[in-house]
Nanobody
Framework: QVQLVESGGGLVQPGGSLRLSCAASESQVNFDTMGWYRQAPGKQRELVATLTSGVTTNYADSVKGRFTISRDNAKNTVTLQMNSLKPEDTAVYYC?????????WGQGTQVTVSS
């Protein structure tokens, strides 16, 4: 069973930066897609960013130009660099990965943007 382990969440002031990381428990697994979703209290979980086949990116309109997703295929990790953070970015961020029709989810890490 593959597990996704997230790290890097925390409290940051508006305009600040955070970097989230997600590592798969099995480095030999080749995922087709890895990415990040987020969910704020009382809201639906929404896509933040995905990276497919190592080169194709997809970002939510609300984070374009501020967030950057990247992968290290050798280590089977995915990173989300978040810059110019806004209070509305506050949410639990979830790592996810896909292999064929199987989807894996991380446990979630809290990101709070507040002054």
């Amino acid at each position: 069973q593959v597990q996704l382990v997230e790290s890097g969440g925390g409290l940051v002031q508006p305009g600040g930066s955070l970097r989230l990381s997600c590592a798969a428990s099995e480095s030999q697994v080749n995922f087709d897609t890895m990415g990040w979703y987020r969910q704020a209290p009382g809201k639906q979980r929404e896509l933040v960013a995905t990276l497919t086949s190592g080169v194709t990116t997809n970002y939510a309109d609300s984070v374009k130009g501020r967030f950057t997703i990247s992968r290290d295929n050798a280590k089977n990790t995915v990173t989300l660099q978040m810059n110019s953070l806004k209070p509305e970015d506050t949410a639990v961020y979830y790592c996810y990965a896909e292999q064929y029709i199987v989807t894996y989810w991380g446990q979630g890490t809290q990101v709070t943007v507040s002054s």
